[in-house]
């Protein structure tokens, strides 16, 4: 599986960009495909993800509300929607996909493939 990430940018604090991951190769493979970032100095830390066949979502608590998750099945392309961005969600973002288990999906570990990162800064 390759995931190609691509939509992001510089934002004002308040302002929405969408981050896109399109999927090529054994994409059947995989049950869910999600979203991490990693700001500088920091810990790579879960976002959100989606379940590839169900459509059900999961977020962490930090963007709830705020980010949605899609899928596009026919085009092998995930979204992400960020709305009321922070300075605190500068970082670069990477998709990944995979079978985790339900209990390992916010795990970036439990992930087999992973895009390349895409930056995302937002200024204050």
């Known amino acids: 599986v390759q995931l190609q990430a691509s939509g992001g940018g510089l934002v004002q604090a308040g302002g929405s960009l969408r981050l896109s991951c399109v999927a090529s190769?054994?994409?059947?493979?995989?049950?869910?495909m999600g979203w991490f970032r990693q700001a500088p100095g920091m810990e790579r830390e879960f976002v959100a993800t989606i379940g590839w066949r169900s459509g059900r979502t999961y977020y962490a608590d930090s963007v709830k509300g705020r980010f949605t998750i899609s899928r596009d099945s026919a085009k092998n392309t995930m979204y992400l929607q960020m709305n009321s961005l922070k300075s605190e969600d500068t970082a670069v973002y990477s998709c990944?996909?995979?079978?985790?288990?339900?209990?390992?999906?916010?795990?970036?570990?439990?992930?087999?493939?992973w895009g390349q990162g895409t930056q995302v800064t937002v200024s204050s």
């Open positions: 190769g054994r994409t059947f493979s995989s049950n869910f």
């Open positions: 990944a996909a995979g079978s985790p288990i339900l209990s390992m999906i916010r795990i970036s570990t439990a992930y087999a493939y």
